[in-house]
């Protein structure tokens, strides 16, 4: 076995599709296929179940998947190692970033960081908490920022300055006049929230619990995969929700969008999430000093 043909087989349980991560890999498809092959006879197992023009993993490819990642994200970082000899004038900056902070806390600080050192690349993917704190444990991310907290023995989870959760509604929803809502309203509301594993459905849903509702029992229209379609949703006056202030500052001014009292909503720390074995690169380092250290908790 050896790294490339790790790397190659990584690239295929990514993508599920041995065209796709040939792509990827600026490889052609019959290479891609070939060392998938000798990886399976080398060892007699099926790595992989081909169904038509896709593939899917095999209880053994699913383990080898794990593994690979981490041989890979281990063989990276002393790659770093070395690059970082050279001080910070290359090299890869790999994030994960949960919704809200990727599309509207982090976008100012990268700009900041990419003119302080235009040498690094940023490699940005964005989910929800747990897929930010998946992609640091498997090595795909090197620091995950995340709106929720993380547990996870394999991981270090540390508090940063965020934002503020707001119950919020469009201004033609029946709610916007009224200034608070109470327990009554909010169980027979119609809610249009973020999906199961995003911090900010975990927070509204203690909230609601703290208020005296079952989370369960709420009428949710629609389960949304991010802040900015919800934002969408309540300008066109289909529910109620809870949104970071960074996303509707503008249509609270603007009256837009309308905050509602009623729901214990407190300041939420964001989390930097980072893997509690692996090397810390100086472009990691100084990402967080210049990006979160040095910057002002209302930035």
Known sequence: MTLEQLRIF????????????AETLHLSQPAVS???????????????DRIGRRVELTAAGHLLRREARAILAKVEEAGTMLA????????TLRLAAS??????????RLLRFAETHPGIRIDLSIGNTGQVAEAVRDGSA??????????????????IAGDRLRLVVGGRHPWAGLGRVGVKDMAAGRWILRESGSGTRALFEAAVRAAGL???????????????????????GLGASVLSDLIVAEDLAAGRIVALEGLELPARPFHLVRHRDRYRSIAERAFVRLAVE?????S
């Open 142 to 159: 090197e620091l995950g920022i995340a709106e929720g907290a993380v547990s996870d023995p394999a991981l270090v989870s540390e508090p």
């Open 214 to 236: 079952d989370p369960g029992g709420l009428d949710v229209a629609m389960t949304l995969p991010g802040g900015g379609v919800i934002r969408a949703a309540l300008l066109a």
């Open 84 to 91: 970082e000899l050279s001080g910070l004038s290359r090299g």
């Open 99 to 108: 919704q809200t902070v990727g599309n509207h806390w982090l976008p100012p």
């Open 294 to 298: 040095a910057a002002p908790a209302s």
């Open 10 to 21: 990584a690239a295929v349980a990514d993508a599920l599709h041995f065209t796709r991560a």
């Open 34 to 48: 070939a060392a998938v092959a000798a990886l399976e006879a080398e060892h007699g197992l099926r790595l992989f």
